[in-house]
């Protein structure tokens, strides 16, 4: 296991949540997205971020609900290709089950009284010319503390 802190780890996903959002924006289904190059190249790189975050995140016992390990399996299949990927399945998890992941580690983070705005203030320094994602991270911010 990472010596790294966990709550990197969440962090992680918050971005890869946001960028995933950014990059299916405009498609109107898995295949306009397959074949949109580095839009698909880059949100299959995120959920494998995201998978593998997970991962970790269920070996620290911060998330301990086995259905977390979907996330980590629906990653495997992606960085593995096993039997394929199908893009409408990956265009359905982007559209529908990020948000859903989002709001859970909100409320995960709320009920177990993690301090993460530190970790998300670097985030910010770190990604300071990207500002679609400086925004999204300044609003997580609020969205977390008013949570609590």
Not at 27 to 52: K, N, P, Q, Y
Not at 64 to 84: C, E, L, M, S, T
Request: charged share 35%; with cysteine; proline share 1%.
């Amino acid at each position: 296991m990472s010596s790294r802190d966990f709550r990197l780890y969440i962090v992680d996903i918050f971005i890869a949540i946001n960028k995933i959002g950014r990059y299916t924006q405009e498609f109107e289904d898995g295949e306009s997205l397959r074949w949109h190059e580095m839009a698909w190249d880059s949100t299959i790189r995120e959920l494998e971020i995201l998978g593998e975050a997970t991962r970790v995140l269920l070996q620290t016992n911060f998330l301990q609900d086995k259905k977390y390990r979907k996330i980590v399996d629906f990653r495997n299949i992606i960085a593995h290709g096993y039997f394929g990927l199908d893009e409408e399945e990956v265009f359905y998890v982007c559209k529908t089950k990020l948000e859903e992941l989002e709001e859970e580690l909100i409320l995960l983070l709320k009920d177990k009284k993690i301090e993460i705005e530190k970790v998300l203030e670097l985030s910010i320094e770190e990604n300071k010319k990207i500002t679609p994602l400086v925004t999204y991270l300044k609003e997580l911010i609020m969205r977390i503390n008013n949570a609590r």
